[in-house]
């Protein structure tokens, strides 16, 4: 297909006790790639993200991210990827500089090149006046965009997007999506869990999980041929209705 | 080091520009040393005193005289009869009336013996029975006075009662170490349990979960700051109390200190445990306060002597931490012993601060899977 494989799993099993959450996943992710990582709640896809993000070893399975065993070497994995969640994760009573500073410093980047970022990342966003104000001052939208700008500061090779837009109104996610798009032109991979459909369509590619398995994984466009579907809300519905109810 | 080094410079953040948290570790301390000092008192100082002379002879006014002028009372009236007692006590400012009967004049001179009472107003136990040794004290130092030392007769012995340590019986002497130990596990456990339970109730645990930096990292990174401005606060309330209260350590100061830093590892430790099993700020304030302040107030000694409790309320205090440096502190500070007297307290809070410690890991590690 494309590029690089960045992320590369193989028949992942994790189990808690007698409970499977992910069973037998196997899939890849190419560079510079738009990834959804779709699934209802308690599909297993939380658990399929802890383990990629080294947060949390697989049972059994082969894990690789940005060239590095998330189980065993979750510690270089760590510091080749980026993360964000529905929260924004930014300390509400610091300013932009503050936050700036203190991932940058977490990240172990020199104090020149935190600098440079800063400058960079303050120029793109037009956000040279909000600079010394604190994160509850500012409006939702701003801080998302600071959150996902924050995120790429110590630019990873791949950024994990946990709902990223949960909350937000449609102009502000579409604003958001283009620095998504920009982000992955830039040859940065996303791998983004969402529940808004929509933003599905806007994926390169899409999985969608349903008790703990991986039922399907193609681009949109190929999975509302395949489900003879009209938009990815029909598919996953249809996907993950029928097996639902043989339970 | 360095990315460690940028996350206790947050938290320090964190810290100073909240001015509740800057309350809670900076004015509280200094208000309650100031208000246990002052105006929480178990020594008794003017105490209201009322008189009902029935028999106005010389020795009774002699007597009445002797307790009014011994600085311990104030003379809040003259009673005539006995239905004005009730109402004396009612007014409020009486906690006790002195009694000689018509007969107490008459008695004394003819049979060489005679009976005076004294009701104290037992709604406030512990002020009544201070203020009824204090006033039997002078009776029995009057008695002498008169008797003169001539006559040692049957049931004269007198025991001569010294305080040691605390001559004057001032209690600051036993609020001070007791606000230390109650500041420091208040501020340490229950800052940190919140500090750290704020981090998961915002999603940035996760975030710094993420990171390469290692839990453990994160962990002393959120005690740090607390663990410096808790000591600073002990050299604080120690300066206080000295200059204030003319308290000073009659012991050993570094062995004050170094224990004082035991205690501190204690309270963090326990604070640590406590935002394991609590997922929100709330929770970690409702556990810290039930489950530490109140066992604090009340199990430790601090306010009620532990011999007294019931045997069950005595074993509950076993695990109270405070309870043992009470004991500590009291020690070194009050009666300037050393390690030799309070080793095996020493050993149980670090006994203690392992266990804490090694539970919350294997909570935190379960949390991780």
């Known amino acids: 297909m494309k590029g690089n494989i960045v992320i590369s799993v193989r028949n992942l099993v994790k189990k808690f006790g007698s409970f499977t959450a992910n069973d037998d996943l196997t899939f890849d992710v190419f560079e510079g790639e738009i990834f959804g990582f779709l699934g209802a709640n308690g599909a297993g896809k939380t658990t399929a993200l802890r383990i990629l993000s080294g947060l949390s070893a697989p049972t059994s399975g082969e894990v690789m991210v940005a060239g590095y065993d998330a189980g065993k070497e979750s510690e270089m994995v760590k510091r080749n990827i980026g993360y964000m969640c529905q929260k924004f994760s930014l300390y509400e009573d610091l300013t932009v500089r503050e936050n700036i500073m203190l991932y940058g410093g977490i990240y172990g980047m020199s104090r020149q090149l935190i600098r440079e970022q800063e400058q960079k990342l303050l120029d793109k966003l037009d956000f040279k006046e909000f600079r010394n104000r604190v994160i509850s001052d500012l409006p939702l939208g701003l801080r998302q965009k600071l959150a996902f700008s924050v995120a790429l500061l110590h630019q990873p090779k791949i950024i994990f997007l946990d709902e990223p837009t949960g909350g937000v109104d449609p102009i502000t996610r579409r604003q958001f999506w283009e620095m998504i798009y920009e982000t992955a032109a830039a040859g940065i991979t996303i791998f983004v869990t969402t529940h808004y459909m929509d933003e599905a369509e806007y994926c390169d590619r899409v999985s969608i999980m349903n008790e703990g398995r991986i039922v399907a994984l193609d681009t949109p466009e190929n999975l509302k041929n395949q489900y003879n579907a009209l938009n990815i809300e029909e598919v996953f519905i249809r996907i993950a209705r029928p097996l639902k109810q043989t339970v | 080091m360095k990315r460690f080094l940028a996350f206790v ?3 320090f953040l964190h810290i100073f520009r909240d001015i509740r948290t800057l309350i809670i570790i900076f004015g509280i301390p200094v208000a309650q040393i100031l208000i246990f000092g002052f105006v929480v008192r178990t020594d008794i100082k003017n105490a209201g005193i009322a008189i009902m002379d029935l028999s106005q002879d010389d020795v009774s006014r ?19 009869s006995y239905n004005e007692i009730e109402t004396e006590f009612r007014k409020g ?11 107490f004049g008459r008695d004394l001179t003819r049979e060489g013996k005679a009976v005076m009472s004294i009701i104290a107003d037992g709604s406030d136990p512990n002020a009544a029975t201070l203020i009824t040794n204090y006033a039997m004290a002078i009776v029995r130092d009057f008695n002498m006075e008169i008797a003169g030392p001539a006559l040692p007769g049957p049931g004269m012995i007198v025991p001569g009662v010294k305080m040691f340590y605390n001559p004057n019986l001032e209690s600051h002497f036993m609020f001070v170490p007791g606000v230390i130990t109650l500041i420091l596990i208040l501020i340490c456990a229950l800052m940190t349990s919140v500090t750290i339970s704020r981090e998961k109730e915002f999603g940035t645990m996760e975030v710094l979960l993420v990171s390469p930096l290692r839990p453990v990292q994160i962990i002393l990174g959120k005690v740090t700051p607390y663990f410096l401005l808790s000591f600073i606060n002990v050299i604080m309330i120690l300066l206080l109390s000295w200059i204030v209260f003319d308290l000073p350590v009659k012991g050993s100061l570094v062995l004050l ?15 640590i445990l406590i935002s394991t099993i609590s997922d929100t700020m709330q929770q970690a304030i409702f556990i810290s306060f039930l489950g530490l302040m109140l066992p604090t107030i009340l199990l430790s000694g601090f306010i009620f002597p532990i011999e007294n409790m019931h045997p069950v309320y005595n074993l509950v205090s076993m695990i109270v931490p405070p309870r043992y440096f009470i004991v500590i502190i009291k020690n070194i500070m009050i009666k300037g012993t050393g390690l030799m007297f309070v080793w095996k307290e020493t050993l149980i809070l670090l006994l203690m601060t392992v266990f804490f410690i090694s539970v919350s890991i294997r909570k935190f590690r379960l949390r991780l899977e």
Not at chain 2, 93 to 103: K, Q
């Open chain 2, 62 to 80: 002699k007597l009445t005289d002797k307790i009014i002028s011994s600085g311990f009372f104030i003379n809040t009236g003259h009673l005539s």
């Open chain 2, 9 to 11: 410079r947050k938290e």
């Open chain 2, 257 to 271: 200190l170094a224990e004082t830093m035991l205690y501190i590892l204690m309270s963090l430790s326990l604070g």
């Open chain 2, 93 to 103: 400012n009486t906690r006790a009336v002195l009694i000689f009967g018509e007969d």
